[in-house]
């Protein structure tokens, strides 16, 4: 591999949904909810506001900064509203793809946005289709809409049918010309909490854009819950009684901010708990620091050196001004990006044998080039150990590690992974450290390929692809 030739070895999710009802300025605060968000999704963000019942929309490629401004914004009147920040990828950069997806009709229009991945979608679209429906985009997103449009009903009859069809992850705000509704898939697998704001009420994937509102917490909507929102209260619906709560793990390693707060558990007081264990899992006593790979790493490497009794060093900086280049969409951008990203500290590693702790393994490319990085700024030793277990299974819930040629720990075993990042040592957290870190009520799948659903034939093509078929 040529000097700076790798794929940025970092994951990246779907999306970040928010909703707000019966608040001025909705789009305004919409914007800040979203802009809270961010992280969760670089490549589109799009709101929609309903102003007396005609439903208003705005959205476009970029980052929420790039999306809106003061011009667009006041153009999205009304006290309700919906948003959406998107990962994009060279598959769907497409304008249609940015949601809020919005459906015109003559029984009233309505808008959805959408985090996850339903497992069931292409035998859906493919029914769908068959029944006449045209699709606008490639999102699966979009068979929410066409389902809730095949339904009888009042439009909260339509919306617990149509939902009641989907199998998979999926937090969804869909908002009418009165009422929004939240909804979470029957496995909980992606975290959707609702918030008070004065009078009204606050929705939103994360806790953080709370906060930034100055909203009150309320609670997490339930596995299998719709929460109705409209001038009569707030009222919960369960559109099924076959629950189970698998919080995808990978919500608190790596995809959540650090002051979120994701089924009673602080995400940052999570990731240190994880880091503590790891330390008394695999310690490494010859060591003379521990440091972290920002930003996501940063709790875990102070758990670690809390259970390790080894002093924590910053000894990586970052670049805050390139932002999350993970979720550029072509090799070329993440290559560019992530030279620029980060810079050992030469002061501080030269000479040390350090014990560096990162929340993840995928491709193995970026911890190679850390590790070189830090060895030409003198360190002597580097001991990489990862808060999370071995990356071995794809997960088909909404993060993109869908091939298991990406997965470098489903083709090498511990040691040829270490030869291969040049480390001088390698443990990753086990599987019951992890669940003893984050509780049994979480989905691991990409770690013990125990998936918490059926998967609808998705599971084949990457066990022919593992067999080379």
């Known amino acids: ?28 605060l919409t914007y800040y909810g979203l802009h809270s968000l961010q992280h969760r999704g670089q490549q ?34 009304g006290n309700m509203a919906i948003g959406h920040v998107r990962m994009g990828d ?117 806790t953080v854009a709370f906060e930034t509102l100055g909203a009150k917490f309320m609670r997490s909507v339930k596995p299998g819950e719709i929460i109705k929102i409209n001038k009569e209260g707030l009222k919960s619906i369960f559109y099924t009684n076959c629950t189970q709560d698998k919080m995808c793990s990978m919500e608190f390693i790596y995809f959540s901010r650090p002051d979120s707060t994701i089924n009673g558990l602080n995400v940052h007081t999570s990731r240190r708990i994880c880091g503590r264990i790891l330390a008394e899992e695999s310690p490494c006593p010859e060591a003379d620091m521990v440091i972290g790979v920002p930003d996501s790493s940063l709790s875990a490497a102070v758990g670690y050196a809390d259970g390790s009794g080894l002093p924590y060093e910053t000894g990586l900086i970052k670049n805050r001004y390139i932002g999350r280049t993970f979720i550029q969409p072509t090799q070329q951008e993440r290559e560019r990006g992530v030279k620029m990203k980060l810079s050992p500290m030469s ?74 990042i040049a480390a001088d040592s390698l443990a990753f957290l086990s599987v019951e450290g992890l669940r003893k870190g984050l509780g049994n009520n979480i989905c691991a799948a990409c770690f013990d390929k125990n998936y918490p659903t059926y998967l609808f034939g998705l599971e084949k093509k990457f066990k022919e692809e593992k067999e080379g078929k």
């Open 347 to 420: 002061s501080v590693i030269a000479g040390k044998k350090i014990v560096l702790v990162d929340d993840s393994i995928v491709r193995g490319t970026t911890s190679k080039y850390i590790i070189k990085l830090l060895k030409e700024a003198g360190a002597k030793e580097v001991h990489v150990r990862i808060a999370s277990p071995a990356m071995i299974a794809p997960c088909f819930y909404g993060v993109d590690t869908s091939s298991l040629k990406d997965l470098i720990s489903a083709r090498m075993n511990l040691e040829e992974l270490r030869e291969y």
């Open 90 to 206: 060279v598959k769907s950069p497409g304008i249609e793809n940015i949601q809020p997806l919005l459906v015109r009709s003559h029984l009233g229009d309505f808008s959805v946005a959408h985090n996850g991945r339903i497992v069931n979608g292409d035998q859906l679209r493919m029914q769908l289709e068959f029944e006449g429906s045209i699709f606008q985009s490639s999102s699966d997103s979009e068979i929410l809409c066409h389902l809730i449009q095949k339904e009888s009903g009042t439009f909260t009859e339509k919306l617990t049918k149509a939902v009641s069809k989907l199998e998979g992850a999926f937090s969804f705000v869909v908002m009418t010309g009165s009422t929004i509704y939240a909804v979470r898939d029957k496995n909980g697998l992606h975290p959707l909490s609702i918030a008070e704001l004065g009078e009204g009420y606050v929705i939103s994937s994360e």
């Open 1 to 28: 591999m040529r000097e700076f030739d790798y794929i940025l070895d970092e994951i990246h999710e779907e999306c970040g949904v928010f909703g707000i009802y019966n608040v001025e300025n909705a789009a305004q």
């Open 44 to 77: 589109g963000a799009g709101i929609a506001t309903s102003d007396n019942g005609h439903i208003l929309r705005h959205r476009g490629n970029g980052l929420v900064i790039e999306v809106f401004n003061s011009e667009n914004i006041s153009e999205l009147k």
